[in-house]
């Protein structure tokens, strides 16, 4: 019951939200989600990299009826409710979300890595920070120039994994293409081996019909057809004269 109730205010408040919503703050709406970095899901939906499922699920309502085409007359509406019904289904894929959570954690330790170094720098921020036990580092992580320089290092590292991504698939690409190629070629071989074979056994018959032509006229000169002389050797048997044939 109380689950209802929650639910229907928080209806409410939605209504009463759009009813003052100007037109220039969805187009406005409809820019931002446009404008945001296409592999980062967080930036389409407006929400912190900590933000909960319930977060998501609340944040992409209230955007989808704020750049919802029938409400918002934004040429591009279309396009923008579009990209943040992806971005939610993206962090609602498990797997998605750990990815892009996974570049968050690697973002978050190059930074801390680049803050090490220059706090080494600065005597007094390191003390304050020794002191503070952590507390002092907790606060600057929270801070706003912590925040944007952690959205600027998550895009640089999600930029560089689909880099890579797309070069991984290019080569499967090519890879694949070769492949095929080399399938191809060979078929090309062995149709025209059968093709050559069928040709052969085809003219068997003609082939088997003039040889037996040949055996039968080949000791027969043809009209015309001049023959080199047979070579004599010495043979006792001849009774005809034979040249003597020299020896050694």
């Not at 409410?12 to 406005?28: G, H, I, Y």
Request: hydrophobic share 30%.
């Amino acid at each position: 019951m109380g689950e209802t109730n929650t639910s229907a205010d928080e209806d409410l408040l939605l209504k009463e939200f759009f009813a003052e919503v100007s037109e220039v703050e969805r187009d406005n709406e409809v820019i931002r989600i446009l404008a945001c970095f296409k592999l980062n899901p967080f930036e389409f939906l407006n929400l912190s990299f900590d933000a909960s499922p319930e977060d998501i699920k609340k944040q992409y309502r209230k955007l989808s009826l704020l750049v919802h085409p029938d409400k918002c007359k934004h040429t591009q509406a279309k396009e923008a409710f579009g990209a943040l019904a992806k971005a939610q289904q993206q962090l609602n894929d498990q797997q998605e979300r750990d990815y892009i959570l996974s570049q968050v954690t690697a973002a978050k330790e190059e930074l801390r890595a680049k803050r090490r170094k220059q706090l080494k720098k600065d005597t007094a921020s390191k003390l304050k920070s020794l002191v503070d036990e952590g507390k002092y580092e907790q606060e600057y992580e929270r801070s706003e120039e912590f925040q944007k320089e952690l959205k600027l290092k998550v895009r640089e590292l999600l930029t560089e994994q689909e880099w890579r991504r797309r070069k991984m698939a290019m080569r499967i690409s090519e890879e694949e293409g070769r492949l095929k190629k080399d399938e191809e070629e060979q078929k090309e071989m062995w149709k025209k081996k059968r093709e050559h074979e069928e040709q052969w056994e085809g003219t068997r018959e003609q082939r088997v019909s003039s040889w037996r032509d040949f055996m039968k006229s080949g000791k027969k000169a043809k009209k015309g057809e001049i023959r080199p002389p047979k070579l004599k050797t010495e043979d006792p048997n001849k009774s005809y004269v034979q040249r003597p044939v020299k020896r050694g």
